[in-house]
Structures are given as structure tokens and as C-alpha cells.
């Protein structure tokens, strides 16, 4: 924005359709427009000249006059604009996301409205919202009558984007997003999830220029997301002999069983996502018939939702998370998992595509059915007090347990993060309490080490 404007006299180019050219200069960018009517361009310099002589700041890029940006800025509604980024995300996003995306603004965009007088109730609005707004795969689609409704009623009755300007406003945006829709307060990390979506939602806005400054309006306000716990809790942790009998439960279920077992291995003893997992092909295994082996992790599989796929599968299959979309992951793995590998192979086979694990028709592996064997084997081989605590709870927990395992047998801290997929800062942010019970450890050596130098203490 600047108040440096020069406004030229009317040029006249005969030999073009429209002859009369304005042109003005904002700052050192130049800008012009012509009309096919003297009277025209005459009407549109004396606009400008009226805006300089009120005192308005012009915009360098678009040669606008602040109270023209103003009136641009009040014909966009936030469901609009929030539907416009929808629609620039999906292709490039996975289905998952896509997910979360419909999920946060489904949460946001009932709080951003100019009046609630005839509201549709809560639960339909999440349901017109979040299965219909914003899941682009149905915009072709006409939804039932009361889906109708609630929408033509929250594109009514939507604030404009450049209400957001307002730290009011930006605050009752958050403090949706804090509230689950049975108004109890919504988990630290969805809270942070979807606050990390209406960021990126209002620098959208910034980038076409809604807000007549160019500034992130979230940034102005002091808001402090629900206190969350990332770090592993040292209790849910199994070591190596829990882990084995837990296996050993899983194989004792039979068939089905037997069949995972080497699935479960799989997050334990290479530290693997259930996702990444899941998608396991034969060819990505290097296992010898003695020593150490090697897992080539390029995928996963992750259930989604037929309605948010492409292809209008359940499940999707992705590159590794946070990479790009042809790199790899190379996890060595012992030789007694390489044997368990091998043997689960000889016995059972890959599905046609290559994958080791994968449901009875071939399909890949559910998380409630991978879920139940894993909560029977719990029951089955821990002791009661075991069993309510949270000891190896999740399944996710044997990916924990495969890390900080690594971390307290004395494995480089890079290195662990490299072969579980982290960044060394996500590594220390989650196992530090695992970190620091691997000091303890090492300056316990130190000290051993110092006595026996006789060095004083």
C-alpha cells in the first residue's frame, strides 16, 4: 500500500476498438485500462482522483484504491473462499486429508456466520458440511432435501472473509475448533490440526489479496491450544521378552493369527508404521538365509473412505509420510525377525500384487480386524494388572517400543530416526522421556568409568 499515485492524462489511440486509455502510476508499478467511451475513462480517472484526494492508500500490484479492495474484499464469504480452497487442495492431497480438511472446516465454518436466527440443528450442519460442502467427489452430486437446506442456509448467512480481519472474529473460530460437537473440548492434537488448517485457509485469503493488509490475521491473536502429551510414556513401552510373549499370543489365535504375527513383527523389530506395514510387498525384502536383512519401506496403505478416494476405494495406497513420492526407507532388520519373515512367506503366501499381509480375499489388512487379535493376545498373556494398563495398548505401541528399544540399546540418536522415518526433532520431542532414561543409563557408565580411574565424584 502507498500513497505515491500519479494519474496521466487520457491517451487516445484511434486505430484500437477501445481508444481511450486511463493510465496511473502506484509507487513504481504502472497500471492502465481502456474504454470504448471518452466519458468512460473520463468517469473512471475522476474515481481514482477522488480516492487520492480522501486520502486512500492505493495497492502497488492491482492500482486499487484501499476503499475498492474493501468492497472486493465484503462480496467473498468465508464459505465460499473455504470451498474455493477445498477445491485447490483435493488433487494433490491424499484422501486422508482430505478428510481432515472437510473434518476442520465443517467445525469452523458454523461459528463464522452473520446471524444464527433459523440455524439448522448442529448434527445436520456437520452432515451437510463435512459429507457434502466439502468433498469435492460429490459436488456433482444433489444431496437430500434437508442437506439442501442447511446449505443454502450457511451460504446466506456467512461472514465475509474480510470480517476475519477482526481478532473477534479469528477468536470465534478458534475457540470452535477447541469444542468436539457434543461441546466437550476436543483433543489437543485434533485442536492443533485444524487450527493448522484455518492458518492455512486465511493465508489463502492473504495470497488473493481479501484482507487489506497482507498479514495472516491468526497471528494477531493470543489463542493456547489444549496442553497435549507427545512424548511416549515410558508405561506403554514393552521390552523385548513382553514383546515376544505378546507374538507368541497373537500365533496361539489360530490361522488368523498366525497370520499377523509376523505383521506385528513388523512394527516392533523395524519400527513400521501399521500403514507401512500393511502395504509390504515381497520385493521390497531382502532376506537371507543368514544374518541381517533388509526392509526397502516405499508405501503404505491407509483406509480412508470410498467417498474420499479418487478411485472410489476404501483404502489408498501413499508414499512414505513426509516424503516425496519416489523415495525410500531402508530398515535393517535381526536375523531371527529375517527368519520369522521368510517362514511367514513359505507358509502363506503374498497376495497377487506382492503384498505379505492382506485379509482372506486378498484385500488389505482392516485395523479393527489386526485390532481384535492384538487385544485377545493382551488378554490372553498379560496379567490383569498388565492388561488395564498401558502396556503395549496399541499396536502402534510395538513402533514405539522398536525405538526406544534402539535408543536404549545405545544407537545413534540420527540413526534411530532415520530408520523410523523421523526428523531428529520429532525424535526428541516424542521418546524424551525415553531420552532421558537413556542418559541416565550412560551417565551411569560415565560414573563407573570415573571410579575406576579413581577420579573423584
Known sequence: MTYDVRLYSIEVRKDRPKPYRLRWLVGERKHSKSYTLKVQAEGRRSELMSAVRRGDQFDEETGLPVSELRAKQGSITWYEHSRA???RKWMQAPAKSRKNYADALATITPALVRTKAGMPDAALMRRALYGWAYNRNRWNETPPDDVARALSWIAKHSMPVSALEDPATVRLALDA???RLDGKTASPRTAKRKRACLSDVLGL?????????????????????????EEVDPESVANPRQVRVLLAGVREQGPRGRHLEAFFGCLYYAAMRPAEAAGLRADQCH???????????????????????DDGAAHETRHLKARAKKDSRPVPIPPHFVRMLRQHIATHGTAPDGRLFRTNRNGPLQETGYGEVWAKARRDVLSEAETTSLLARRPYDLRHAGVSFWLSSGVDAMECARRAGHSIAVLHKVYAKVLDQTREHANSRIDAALREWNEPE
Open 85 to 87: 480452497y477445498v477445491d
Open 177 to 179: 475448533l477447541a469444542l
Open 287 to 309: 532376506l537371507p538365509e543368514t544374518g541381517w536383512g533388509m526392509l526397502t519401506l516405499r508405501q503404505g496403505i491407509v483406509r480412508a473412505g470410498r467417498s474420499w478416494t
Open 205 to 229: 485469503a492473504v495470497e488473493e489479496k481479501y484482507f487489506t493488509l497482507p498479514v495472516n490475521p491468526l497471528t494477531a491473536v493470543k489463542w493456547t491450544a489444549p496442553k497435549s502429551v
